[in-house]
């Protein structure tokens, strides 16, 4: 329980303000359509980070506990400083909407733009930290939805209001704990 709640808790806050926040903006502006951008969403997502949870799982099978506990320790506190960075949207993820209707343009554009992304990172690391991919993966994608359905419903009207400096701190504080949690031995009953 304790993956399922840690990761929606910590991907809902490095959600906001990221790229796919955002790109939740534009779709519902240019849109106004928001149960297929909502549907493209929650599809890009589980399939997105269902590979980042897949990749966890496998990471810790083939890596010992103690060099896993170091790359976790240390991933996590990269988050940390990575969450402090402000991300912006690309004009070529927002393209790709001309060419399908908007469930596909949203399932498109959500899965490219979440490649590579803080919160794809971040279901690899909590996934291999937790050794419960499929908690780690419903959680991440519920934190996901969690951000971005709001954004759908409101638009960019509230975007302007939300404060984005207190809410990228406190995600890269709890990055950051889980990172210094893990490098002093927390989860060493997971074999870490």
């Not at 959600?15 to 106004?32: C, M, N, S, W, Y």
Request: net charge negative.
């Amino acid at each position: 329980m304790e993956a399922l709640l840690v990761s929606t808790g910590v991907v809902t806050l490095a959600e906001i303000g990221d790229k796919t926040q955002l790109l939740a903006f534009l779709l519902a502006a240019r849109f106004k359509k928001p149960v297929p951008i909502i549907l493209g969403i929650l599809v890009a997502t589980l399939f997105n980070h269902g590979i980042a949870g897949a990749l966890g799982a496998w990471i810790t099978s083939v890596i010992s506990p103690e060099i896993m506990r170091w790359v976790l320790g240390l991933s996590f506190i990269a988050m940390a400083v990575w969450t402090l960075i402000p991300d912006e949207i690309e004009e070529e993820e927002t393209r790709i909407a001309k060419r399908f209707g908007v469930f596909g343009a949203t399932l498109v554009t959500f899965f490219l733009a979440e490649m590579g992304d803080k919160t794809q990172v971040a279901t690899v690391a909590m996934a291999a930290h937790y050794a419960t991919p499929v908690m780690v993966v419903i959680g991440t994608t519920l934190g996901m939805l969690i951000a971005d359905v709001p954004a759908v419903f409101i638009g960019d009207k509230l975007a302007s209001r939300i404060p984005m400096k207190p809410v990228h701190i406190t995600a890269a504080a709890i990055f950051a704990l889980l990172g210094v949690m893990t490098l002093l031995g927390a989860g060493k009953e997971l074999g870490f």
